[in-house]
């Protein structure tokens, strides 16, 4: 998946935005990007996660033969077969929902989006094909206006930056409201790093053009997730109050820490002689 506009993944991993923009390298700061700080928040779920999928690799190997062949070739090729399994497991529907996330940045640049709307559900393969119509069916449903989408946003005072799918007015069951939205379409949709990256959109400070002008950030009511699954779409409020948001910013320091170039630990004490036994400490 490409990164977001503006945004720089780097060759070992983690995404950056640089500010200014269009600055000279040397002269731009790098912020890292709100997915790379959530990154850092504890998933107790993916050790026993990935374990299921490689027990299940090494199943699916002994029943065809594959891992005996395998095992011939040496026992760390079978290893790794079965222990990188959980690299290849790929939800078809998150797969799909990339491209529904595409069309749909399509679509709302579009300046007849009604009229362009067939056309770009006709390029979606089929089970894009019904998210996209739950998409836009829930847009329906709580008639949704977009006043923006796709768009950077920066914190200044935290140096952090991500990109949002959009802000909107849209029905509420308490009334009309202007939400900042992001659209997921992952099995489970309510992880609690969710929450702390929909905070630190809401608590950015501006949004950056890709012409390198600022605005600052609009106040929204709130935040929503637009949960998109082949079985339909729903609209999930998420909390992102300044305890969320403080949950992200140490997701930030945290990141930070890893990145740092601070040395942690120097090399072992020598053997006290007898110049340094029983010397008192200098103060």
Same mark, same amino acid.
């Given at each position: 998946?490409?990164?977001?506009?503006?945004?720089?993944?780097?060759?070992?991993g983690g995404?950056?935005?640089p500010y200014?923009l269009?600055a000279?390298a040397?002269?731009?700061?790098?912020y890292?990007?709100?997915?790379?700080?959530?990154?850092?928040w504890?998933?107790p779920?993916?050790?026993?996660?990935?374990s299921?999928m490689?027990?299940?690799?090494a199943?699916?190997?002994?029943k065809s033969?594959?891992?005996?062949?395998?095992?011939?070739?040496s026992?760390?090729v079978?290893?790794?077969?079965?222990?990188?399994?959980?690299?290849?497991?790929?939800?078809?529907?998150a797969n799909?929902?990339?491209?529904?996330?595409?069309?749909?940045?399509?679509?709302?640049?579009?300046?007849?989006?009604?009229?362009e709307?067939p056309?770009?559900?006709?390029?979606?393969?089929?089970?894009?094909?019904?998210?996209?119509?739950?998409?836009?069916g829930?847009?329906?449903k709580?008639?949704?206006?977009?006043?923006?989408s796709?768009?950077?946003?920066?914190?200044?005072?935290?140096?952090y930056?991500?990109?949002?799918?959009?802000?909107?007015?849209?029905?509420?069951?308490?009334?009309? =409201?202007?939400?900042?939205?992001?659209?997921? !379409?992952?099995k $489970?949709p309510?992880? +609690? #790093?969710?929450?702390?990256?929909? /905070?630190?959109?809401?608590?950015?400070?501006h949004?950056?053009?890709?012409?390198?002008?600022?605005?600052?950030?609009?106040?929204?009511?709130?935040?929503?997730?637009?949960?998109v699954?082949?079985?339909?779409?729903?609209?999930i409020?998420?909390?992102?109050?300044q305890?969320?948001?403080d949950?992200?910013?140490?997701?930030?320091?945290?990141?930070?820490?890893? =990145?740092?170039?601070?040395?942690?630990?120097? !090399?072992?004490? $020598?053997e006290?002689? +007898? #110049?340094?036994k029983?010397?008192k /400490?200098s103060?």
């Amino acid at each position: 998946m490409t990164p977001p506009r503006n945004a720089v993944q780097r060759r070992g991993g983690g995404r950056f935005y640089p500010y200014p923009l269009h600055a000279e390298a040397e002269d731009q700061k790098e912020y890292p990007s709100s997915t790379s700080a959530t990154g850092m928040w504890p998933k107790p779920w993916a050790m026993p996660w990935a374990s299921k999928m490689a027990a299940e690799r090494a199943m699916e190997l002994y029943k065809s033969g594959a891992l005996s062949a395998l095992a011939l070739q040496s026992d760390d090729v079978a290893i790794e077969a079965i222990k990188s399994a959980y690299r290849h497991v790929r939800d078809d529907a998150a797969n799909a929902g990339r491209l529904v996330h595409e069309a749909m940045e399509e679509y709302l640049k579009s300046s007849e989006p009604r009229t362009e709307a067939p056309r770009i559900r006709k390029e979606l393969p089929p089970l894009a094909q019904e998210m996209w119509d739950h998409l836009l069916g829930l847009c329906a449903k709580f008639n949704v206006e977009w006043e923006r989408s796709e768009q950077t946003a920066y914190n200044h005072d935290h140096e952090y930056a991500g990109t949002f799918d959009g802000i909107v007015h849209m029905d509420t069951p308490n009334g009309r =409201k202007y939400l900042l939205v992001d659209i997921k !379409t992952s099995k $489970s949709p309510t992880r +609690d #790093e969710y929450a702390a990256q929909l /905070a630190s959109y809401r608590w950015a400070t501006h949004i950056i053009h890709h012409d390198g002008t600022e605005e600052e950030m609009p106040q929204v009511d709130g935040c929503v997730i637009f949960h998109v699954r082949p079985e339909g779409a729903f609209v999930i409020p998420v909390n992102t109050d300044q305890e969320i948001f403080d949950s992200f910013l140490t997701c930030l320091a945290l990141l930070r820490a890893t =990145k740092s170039d601070t040395k942690l630990f120097w !090399t072992p004490f $020598s053997e006290p002689n +007898d #110049e340094t036994k029983n010397l008192k /400490a200098s103060k």
